[in-house]
């Protein structure tokens, strides 16, 4: 059995996302959530990302966005490689990949000083 991973709760305010292993940890408004960290558009790693007013994990590079229970894309990206514009017909298709290459997700938990990745 894996062993959990772990990242100090203190480094876990509202909106943040932190790395745990092979995780992307975020805490939107209290809700502990893990998902995979490389992003399904150019594996972008996710625990550099935030959470916006919906709750949902935005990619750092292209703000792809993802639905933290689920791990599906819900936004394609804004862009490719260097290029951060619009891109509705590559948007479009990426998001359908992302929809069903879905992140990995993992429930997270607060223990004492830290939150834990089962």
């Known amino acids: 059995?894996?062993?959990?991973?772990?990242?100090?709760?203190?480094?876990?305010?509202?909106?943040a996302?932190?790395?745990a292993g092979p995780w992307a940890v975020a805490n939107a408004d209290g809700r502990l959530t893990a998902v995979s960290r490389?992003?399904?558009?150019?594996?972008?790693?996710?625990?550099?990302?935030?959470?916006d007013a919906d709750g949902?994990?935005?990619c750092?590079?292209?703000?792809?966005r993802y639905d933290l229970h689920t791990?599906?894309?819900v936004s394609g990206?804004?862009?490719?490689?260097g290029y951060h514009g619009p891109t509705p017909g590559y948007s479009g298709l990426v998001k359908l990949l992302?929809?069903?290459?879905?992140?990995?997700?993992?429930?997270a938990h607060r223990e004492g000083p830290d939150v834990v990745v089962e």
Do not use: N, Y
Not at 1 to 15: F, H, N, S, T, Y
Not at 77 to 81: H, K, T, V
Not at 98 to 107: D, M, P, S, T
């Open 38 to 51: 490389r992003c399904r558009h150019q594996l972008a790693d996710l625990s550099q990302g935030s959470v």
């Open 71 to 73: 791990g599906e894309m």
């Open 56 to 58: 949902c994990l935005v």
């Open 60 to 64: 750092p590079w292209h703000q792809a």
């Open 98 to 107: 992302g929809q069903v290459a879905r992140l990995r997700v993992r429930r």
């Open 1 to 15: 059995m894996p062993k959990p991973q772990r990242v100090p709760a203190a480094e876990l305010p509202p909106g």
């Open 77 to 81: 990206p804004r862009g490719f490689l």
């Open 17 to 19: 996302v932190r790395p």
